[in-house]
């Protein structure tokens, strides 16, 4: 038995590298590696040693492959499809397609289990319960929707949500502001703000009662209140000098902030991208591929990179430790002189190059 499921995306033969390199056993049973220098094929997730990339070929399904000459891994067993993977499957389509919550009794039903013993497969496959996992569908539908200009109604009702009270409840900690704030530029908000003078030049700090709002460089009040316009903002006050001090020092002596509290909004995508970077630890760098995979998004490196630049907290949400595929720095919203610094500081230029 695996832990392993299945997931449908569109893929070039690039996407499915990015894959195999990440080792990402979600996407065991979209597709196999072939390897044509020892004769065998694999699964994405096999942890043997990757092979050069000259030698693999990619196929649909195992029968492709045999078809090919090649022969199963012994190791990570490719041709084995169990009966837990196929289950896990066909819950997630089912769930994927309600328009109502599905119960754990109804899916132990559809798929064959019982239901303790479906809710423990499901959890280790997909890294959340059911009922957590149709949570975060409805969140992500609504996140969505929202940040496509809807009404908040319209797009809570939309996403399954029968009381607007349980999507404050679902979304507040890991939202930050509530939706409606978002949709009306901070109406009813209040955003404590300063801008001081780093070794990195001026930089902008935000706060709201949550958390930083906002960390950017070269920018002034007027920024901020194009960000927020409804907003009732305040420079500085003797509670928001604690958490300016913590900021100044995680932007001076780069390393890991994730004691400071932030107040993000994003899509759902935006939000598993900075959660990532967020990972990504002092001294080392990310390619925009590599966090794609990451995410379980491993064809969206385009709009991982979006994501990125969309980030609304430089440094404490660390996409200056993201760097192209061939080692280049990319671009930066602040200028490659302040990502190179950062990346300097922190010893992180060892796996990038200096162009």
Same mark, same amino acid.
């Given at each position: 038995?695996? /832990?392993?499921?299945?997931?449908?995306?569109?893929?070039?033969?690039?996407?499915?590298?990015?894959?195999?390199?990440?080792?990402?056993?979600?996407?065991?049973?979209?597709?196999?590696?072939?390897?044509?220098?020892?004769?065998? %094929?694999?699964?994405?997730?096999?942890?043997?040693?990757?092979?050069?990339?000259?030698?693999?070929?990619? %196929?649909?399904?195992?029968? /492709?492959?045999?078809?090919?000459?090649?022969?199963?891994?012994?190791?990570?067993?490719?041709?084995?499809? #169990?009966?837990?993977?196929?289950?896990?499957?066909?819950?997630?389509? !089912?769930?994927? =397609?309600? =328009?109502?919550?599905?119960?754990?009794?109804?899916?132990?039903?559809?798929?064959? &289990?019982?239901?303790?013993?479906?809710?423990?497969?499901?959890?280790? #496959?997909?890294?959340?319960?059911?009922?957590?996992?149709?949570?975060?569908?409805?969140?992500?539908?609504?996140? /969505?929707?929202? #940040?496509?200009?809807?009404?908040?109604?319209?797009?809570? &009702?939309?996403?399954?949500?029968?009381?607007?009270?349980?999507?404050?409840?679902?979304?507040?900690?890991?939202?930050?502001?509530?939706?409606?704030?978002?949709?009306?530029?901070?109406?009813?908000?209040?955003?404590?703000?300063?801008?001081?003078?780093?070794?990195?030049? !001026?930089?902008?700090?935000?706060?709201? /009662?949550?958390?930083?709002?906002?960390? #950017?460089?070269?920018?002034?009040?007027?920024?901020?209140?194009?960000?927020?316009?409804?907003?009732?903002?305040?420079?500085?006050?003797?509670?928001?000098?604690?958490?300016?001090?913590?900021?100044?020092?995680?932007?001076?002596?780069?390393? =890991?902030?994730?004691?400071?509290?932030? =107040?993000?909004?994003?899509?759902?995508?935006?939000?598993?991208?900075?959660?990532?970077?967020?990972?990504?630890?002092?001294?080392?760098?990310?390619? %925009?591929?590599?966090?794609?995979?990451?995410?379980?998004?491993?064809?969206?490196?385009?709009?991982?990179?979006?994501?990125?630049?969309?980030?609304?907290?430089?440094?404490?949400?660390?996409?200056?430790?993201?760097?192209?595929?061939?080692?280049?720095?990319?671009?930066?919203? &602040?200028?490659?002189?302040?990502?190179?610094?950062?990346?300097?500081?922190?010893?992180? !230029?060892?796996?990038?190059?200096?162009?």
């Amino acid at each position: 038995m695996t /832990d392993s499921m299945p997931i449908e995306v569109p893929m070039d033969d690039e996407t499915r590298w990015n894959i195999a390199l990440a080792k990402d056993r979600r996407f065991d049973g979209a597709f196999v590696t072939g390897v044509h220098s020892t004769g065998i %094929y694999c699964r994405p997730s096999c942890p043997a040693r990757v092979p050069r990339r000259e030698n693999v070929s990619f %196929y649909a399904a195992p029968a /492709d492959a045999e078809a090919a000459g090649l022969r199963p891994c012994l190791r990570c067993r490719p041709d084995a499809v #169990s009966r837990d993977e196929t289950a896990v499957m066909e819950a997630i389509t !089912l769930l994927r =397609d309600a =328009d109502a919550p599905v119960t754990l009794d109804r899916l132990a039903a559809v798929t064959g &289990y019982s239901p303790a013993h479906f809710q423990r497969l499901f959890k280790r #496959s997909v890294g959340l319960s059911p009922a957590a996992f149709q949570r975060a569908l409805r969140l992500e539908r609504a996140t /969505d929707a929202l #940040s496509a200009g809807g009404r908040v109604t319209v797009a809570l &009702y939309d996403a399954g949500f029968n009381a607007a009270s349980r999507f404050y409840e679902a979304s507040g900690p890991r939202l930050g502001m509530a939706p409606s704030v978002w949709a009306n530029g901070g109406r009813g908000v209040t955003i404590r703000w300063a801008v001081v003078q780093t070794s990195l030049g !001026l930089m902008l700090v935000a706060a709201t /009662d949550r958390g930083i709002c906002r960390l #950017s460089f070269n920018e002034g009040e007027d920024a901020l209140r194009e960000r927020f316009p409804n907003a009732k903002l305040e420079e500085g006050s003797a509670v928001f000098a604690g958490l300016l001090e913590s900021v100044i020092a995680a932007v001076e002596q780069p390393g =890991d902030a994730a004691h400071i509290p932030l =107040d993000v909004k994003g899509t759902a995508f935006q939000e598993a991208v900075w959660q990532e970077l967020r990972r990504i630890p002092p001294g080392e760098t990310r390619s %925009y591929a590599e966090i794609a995979a990451a995410v379980g998004k491993p064809g969206a490196v385009r709009a991982a990179g979006s994501a990125n630049g969309a980030n609304n907290v430089a440094v404490l949400i660390p996409c200056h430790r993201v760097i192209r595929s061939d080692g280049s720095l990319g671009g930066y919203a &602040y200028g490659l002189e302040i990502k190179r610094e950062l990346l300097e500081r922190e010893g992180g !230029l060892r796996s990038a190059k200096l162009l």
